[in-house]
């Protein structure tokens, strides 16, 4: 069974500067996605990026990007020029590629404090 | 596109009342998920529909717990006999086929608290 931890239950970061998030999974499978969703306070969870396996290319999208190490089995987050809309819960989670593309598995999640 | 809508959005039961979600998915979304969130937690999946049919079902959905989406569209998650244990918030996720595909987009959530 898939697996995926994130061992930093809670973090902060001063306005403007980068912070890095951890995530590690098990799994066996060798086709798989991975993503970073974030989940304000009461609001809904939405997607911050998604690394497909089979690419070897580090996903970006605007300040956010990933450091992606299959051998490793792992899977950070870099946020750069933090702000205050940043303040969160960040979720890693994984996907099986093949099979009915179903279910996502999390990670319990690391609350990330932006400080002005 | 009007997002994922989950209704209500907070329910409060005495223990042993059956309590009904309901969630819209986005309109073009074929893929319907449902998912439960405990506090301090990730969320953990229950069911998946794809178009009408459940495809996948956790062994977390006790025979308490039933799920339908008549017609592909909205979808319904039922609890029967609710239990303490179930206070959790209940999520909702669709998503389509195509270059998007394993992007899964989130209602906010349906809090449910047990008495």
């Known amino acids: 069974a898939q697996t995926v931890t994130q061992s930093q239950p809670e973090m902060s970061v001063q306005e403007a500067e980068t912070v890095t998030l951890s995530c590690t999974y098990d799994?066996?499978?060798?086709?798989?996605?991975l993503f970073w969703y974030k989940q304000p306070p009461s609001r809904q969870m939405i997607l911050v990026i998604r690394?497909?396996?089979?690419?070897?290319q580090n996903a970006t999208e605007n300040r956010f990007s990933v450091n992606f190490q299959k051998a490793a089995k792992s899977f950070s987050l870099k946020i750069s020029d933090s702000q205050l809309g940043d303040t969160a819960m960040y979720f890693c989670a994984f996907m099986n590629y093949g099979g009915s593309q179903g279910n996502l598995i999390f990670g319990k999640g690391t609350k990330l404090s932006v400080k002005p | 596109d009007t997002g994922v809508s989950q209704d209500p959005r907070h329910k409060i039961t005495k223990r042993g009342q059956n309590v009904t979600f309901r969630c819209d998915p986005i309109s073009e979304h074929n893929r319907l998920y449902w998912y439960r969130q405990t506090l301090g937690q990730g969320p953990e999946f229950l069911t998946y529909f794809q178009n009408e049919a459940q495809l996948e079902k956790s062994r977390l959905l006790s025979d308490r717990f039933s799920a339908e989406r008549p017609k592909g569209s909205f979808s319904t998650l039922e609890i029967q006999r609710t239990e303490q244990g179930d206070s959790a918030m209940y999520l909702c996720?669709?998503?389509?086929?195509?270059?998007?595909?394993?992007?899964?987009?989130f209602g906010a959530g349906t809090r449910l608290s047990v008495l």
């Open positions: 996720a669709s998503s389509a086929s195509g270059t998007r595909i394993g992007i899964q987009y």
């Open positions: 690394q497909e396996a089979y690419k070897q």
């Open positions: 799994t066996s499978e060798s086709n798989y996605y």
